[in-house]
């Protein structure tokens, strides 16, 4: 009798000592499933905002495991897909679809740049505007700038200057000026700071006016990759 006890005992003993167990492993188990559906539903508001179905997202992951996302790791779904494609028709495909999405972007930043433009005329009136952040980086910058053929012909100049130390500089705008040329001025040593810009563009006779009419816009360039020995540089907007 008192065996059967003991052993009742111990059974019960092992049920409490393996219920912790038991619930642990549930909660880890809930645990993972909300960690699972987090990320699918990440995934499909990604797929959704890109246009693309979930199996499709899925592919372009997949893509930038591989070669492609060691390449170009910063890259686009819809341009990874299209660079990684199977067959022409789905080359095309992604083609089309990037194209629509660049010009939804382009016509959104457009509306915001003409929004800003009327708040800027409607708060600052008697302000010159300066652009800032006009470029990227590095090489990439000077493209912007200068076109792939500055060559070409042009109505409109994009001239890099530097307020201090550059004497030729001041007389190119001048000269500029005087002959009625519509331009995109790049301040190489703005440091960011638009009076600095302001003040330079009074010296050199560059009536707001002109700037408020976009006729002359003045851009902080200190992300252009140039020497200061290379100024004043002159090229048609390419």
């Not at 905002?49 to 686009?76: H, K």
């Not at 089309?96 to 382009?106: D, F, I």
């Not at 201090?164 to 331009?183: F, H, I, P, Y």
Request: aromatic share 6%.
């Amino acid at each position: 009798m008192t065996l059967n006890c003991n052993r009742r005992l111990a059974y019960v003993l092992l049920l409490f000592t393996a219920l912790p167990v038991w619930a642990q492993e549930g909660q880890e188990s809930e645990s993972t499933r909300i960690d699972q559906t987090r990320l699918e539903q990440s995934s499909q508001r990604a797929a959704e905002a890109w246009g693309l179905n979930q199996r499709e997202y899925r592919r372009y992951e997949s893509i930038m495991e591989g070669p492609r996302g060691t390449w170009s790791p910063d890259l686009d779904p819809l341009t990874a897909l299209g660079l990684e494609a199977r067959s022409q028709a789905e080359r095309q495909k992604y083609a089309e679809k990037l194209v629509e999405t660049e010009r939804a972007r382009v016509e959104a930043e457009l509306a915001f740049q003409r929004a800003y433009d009327d708040a800027w005329q409607r708060l600052y009136p008697n302000d010159m505007p300066v652009n800032s952040f006009s470029t990227r980086d590095g090489e990439d910058a000077t493209r912007s700038v200068f076109g792939s053929n500055p060559s070409a012909s042009s109505q409109r100049l994009n001239v890099v200057v530097a307020t201090e130390g550059c004497d030729q500089c001041d007389a190119t705008v001048k000269r500029l000026l005087n002959s009625g040329a519509a331009m995109d001025i790049w301040v190489l040593d703005s440091n960011g700071d638009d009076d600095r810009i302001r003040s330079w563009a009074a010296q050199v006779g560059i009536a707001p006016a002109k700037v408020r009419a976009g006729t002359v816009t003045l851009n902080h360039g200190g992300s252009l990759n140039l020497d200061s020995s290379e100024l004043p540089r002159v090229a048609p907007r390419g």
